[in-house]
Structures are given as structure tokens and as C-alpha cells.
């Protein structure tokens, strides 16, 4: 079973990552490699890489399992600015190598939005953007199912679909499968197994290379994407339970991208990471309803 959390990336870069990953009870890990709202970015650190290096290979961290997220600011849908879509293409370009330069490999993306064009229009641009993007690049892209907030692209198996149809070199492209973002898309994850099938049929299952397992704040078919703390949302317990353990993707990484814990109720003020929690909590399989006053009683205490 591989199941990592989001960890930051801040604090000494990749070593930081993975030693907060390990202290999480986590056996891989996801990470940006810098803010993901802008594109300043400072030069890596060689020394910290092979140290992150030896550290996840004395605490059993695969590195082929570890995931970068590409900033969320791209948008290679939008091609109403050809300067700024340039831009998009030599940054993603720039994040990869910066990847390669650690020896990471598999780069999730949100493919971008569509916005005042047809998805079929935003979806082209995404396909000529990313087939640029890996140009001479030995990366592995994986297109995040999206939730279909606003006018996201990849919100359905078809578009998804017609991305990886669009592309020029196949092996370099995968799928991320978000469970919150499926179920407000419209997809039951309730029934796994019927979604894996029609999954199978359409893309074939060997292309889902990540998953971020997450609850949902609302309902099926909300379009919201507000992820909720793992057995807390409409998905359930259970749900994600099955996923995470499911015998057909034993080897895929499940990352949890779930809310981190507010001292009050006040919804602004996320302070508490609940990765530690929730992670003892699937590897137990048994939901604790009162896990987020126990979270708050830890951190509150350390
Ligand atoms: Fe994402
Ligand atoms: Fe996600
Ligand atoms: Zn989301």
C-alpha cells in the first residue's frame, strides 16, 4: 500500500519534504516545488537532494513513487494571450527540469480551463501546449480529473480521454484520479468498481498513475471541488477505504490533499496538518468520528 500526504517544500526542499513525509507515517509524498500560486523560484540545493536521497532510502520512500503538482496559476487552455501562454510553456518546461534534476519524475497537472471557448476549443490548446512542454523531456505528466468548477477542462472520462488522444508521445502522459473531484464532477465513488470499469473501458486502468484520495464537502455532481478531512464528507469512510486498498491499483500512490484542522471552527484559519491522523486511521481501517477534536488536542499540546 502507498499512501503519502502534500508536504511542503519550503524547508530544505525534497529532504524537507520527505522527512516530514516519514514523520507522518507516510511512505511517499507529494510536493510543489515552490509556491504554487506564483513562478519565483529559487535554484535547488545539490547538497539537500542526495540527502533527500539517503533519507528516503534508509526509511523506505521509494523515490519513483513521489509526485510533483505543477502550480495551479497555468492555464494552458487559455490561448487569448499568446505571450503569457508561451510563458505557461517554458515555466512547466523549467518545473520539469527542475524535477529531473532530483530524480523525480511523474508531474500532476490540472489541464486549465476553458475560459469564454468550447471545451473542445480549451482542449486543443492543452494538447498543443503540453505536447511542447515534454518535448525532449524524460517526464511523465499525469492529467488531474477536475471537479468541472467553472469552466475546468477534464471534469468527464471523455475529455480526459481526448487529452490523451490528442498527445504525441503516449508513454509520457498518465492520469491522476482525484476522488473529491470525481465525486463532484458526478462519478460514485461509492461504487468503485463500476467507475474503474467504465475507466477501463474508455482510457484503460494501467494509465491511472496517482491518485489523490480526498472526501468531498458536498454532494455528487456539485461542481464545488471543497476537499474535506478523509470519512468527514459525502464519500465516506468506506469509500476511500476501499480505494485505497483496491487490489487493481496496489501499486499506484494514494496522496491525501485533505483541509488541514482549524484551532476553532473559524473555516479561515487552517493551521494543523491532519495527514498524521488520517494516515493511522487507514492503516487501522477503522473511521474515529473524533479525530479532529484529537488532532486539535495534539498540536494544541506539542
Ligand atoms: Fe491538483
Ligand atoms: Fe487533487
Ligand atoms: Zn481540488
Redesign the pocket.
Known amino acids: 500500500m502507498l499512501l503519502g500526504c502534500h508536504v511542503s517544500f519550503s524547508f530544505d526542499g525534497l529532504l524537507g519534504s520527505a522527512k516530514q513525509a516519514y514523520e507522518y507515517g507516510a511512505n511517499t509524498f507529494m510536493f510543489y516545488t515552490g509556491a504554487p500560486q506564483n513562478t519565483l523560484r529559487k535554484p535547488l540545493d545539490e547538497k539537500y537532494i542526495l540527502l533527500a536521497k539517503q533519507f528516503m532510502k534508509e526509511h523506505g520512500i521509494d523515490i519513483n513513487t513521489v509526485i510533483c503538482h505543477a502550480p495551479y496559476i497555468i492555464n494552458l487552455a487559455n490561448q487569448s494571450d499568446m505571450q503569457k501562454w508561451n510563458f505557461s510553456i517554458a515555466f512547466l518546461r523549467q518545473e520539469i527540469d527542475r524535477c529531473l534534476q532530483m530524480g523525480i519524475k511523474k508531474m500532476v497537472i490540472h489541464p486549465g480551463s476553458a475560459v469564454g471557448i468550447s471545451h473542445e476549443e480549451g482542449i486543443k490548446h492543452i494538447i498543443s501546449a503540453i505536447n511542447e512542454v515534454v518535448r525532449d523531456k524524460d517526464i511523465v505528466i499525469l492529467f488531474?480529473t477536475m471537479a468541472g468548477k467553472g469552466t475546468e477542462c477534464a471534469s468527464t472520462l471523455e475529455e480526459v480521454k481526448m487529452l490523451l488522444d490528442g498527445v504525441e508521445d503516449i508513454h509520457k502522459f498518465g492520469v491522476c484520479l482525484?476522488t473529491c473531484?470525481l465525486n463532484d464532477a458526478g462519478y460514485d465513488m461509492k461504487e468503485f468498481d463500476v467507475f474503474l470499469e467504465e475507466f477501463d473501458q474508455l482510457i484503460g486502468i494501467d494509465k491511472i498513475l496517482c491518485v489523490?484520495l480526498?472526501d468531498s464537502k458536498n454532494e455528487r455532481g456539485s461542481h464545488k471541488d471543497r476537499h474535506e478531512n478523509i470519512g468527514f464528507g459525502s464519500l465516506s469512510f468506506d469509500a476511500l477505504l476501499a480505494i485505497l486498498y483496491h487490489e487493481k491499483l496496489k501499486e499506484v500512490p494514494k496522496i491525501l490533499?485533505t483541509p488541514f484542522v482549524s484551532k476553532t471552527n473559524d473555516e479561515q484559519k487552517r493551521e494543523y496538518p491532519p495527514y498524521r491522523f488520517e494516515i493511522e486511521m487507514l492503516k487501522q481501517k477503522e473511521f474515529n468520528p473524533a479525530l479532529i477534536d484529537q488532532i486539535r488536542k495534539y498540536y494544541k499540546n506539542a
Open positions: 488531474e482525484d473531484h489523490h480526498n490533499e
